[in-house]
């Protein structure tokens, strides 16, 4: 069985069906890439699978456990689902000591290492509220990595970063691959997922099929 399996998943939203029928098997150690065009379903599918909507119908079943009924949320992830969520008034440092006091699984240093990683300064004292778009969009990416999750639902990661900040992330999705997390990323930008996926996904109309190479 696969880590990662979404079975006959539909949603309907207001009378529209905005997942159709889509079937994905994924295992660890690997990026799959998500190509599609806005609306195209592509959030929609990510919030699934992370257990933040119930589907219509079909169902999603992480490490052999089913969503909403075995567990209501993936036991290990990491996610960026739109813009990342942080206080205003906290830096960077404090927003995720926070959010790592739910789990309390990593110490402060794990943290600071996260932080460093996206080429943040952990100890830098400006408040989240001062933070460039692409700073905010790093520290995302670190909230999501910090905790050595086995999934890693990246939507849109290199959003608001400049070139260095694009191929930083890039290294480290790829060092995340090799640590053994299952990595999903979804991208307007054709060369995040051309480089990085090793199975390409397009989405259009809520509908999922492999992505075919021009």
Known sequence: ??????????????????????NLYLEKGNISGFFGRNASG?????????????????????????????????????????????????????????????KKVISDNDIKVAINRVGLDPEDKRIFKKYSLGMKQRLGIAQAIMEKPELIILDEPTNALDEQGINLVRTILLEEKQKGALILISSHNKEDIQLLSDVKYKMEFGNLSLFQEP
């Open 42 to 102: 592509k959030t929609m599918l990510f919030r699934a699978i992370c257990g933040l909507i119930r589907p219509t119908e079909g169902y999603v079943k992480i490490n052999h456990k089913v969503l909403h009924k075995d567990i209501s949320f993936p036991d290990s992830v990491g996610i960026i689902i739109e813009n990342p969520g942080f206080w205003d008034y906290y830096t960077g440092f404090q927003n995720l000591k926070i959010l790592a006091s739910i």
């Open 1 to 22: 069985m696969s880590y990662l399996e979404v079975i006959n998943l539909s949603k309907i939203i207001k009378g529209q069906e905005v997942l159709h029928n889509v």
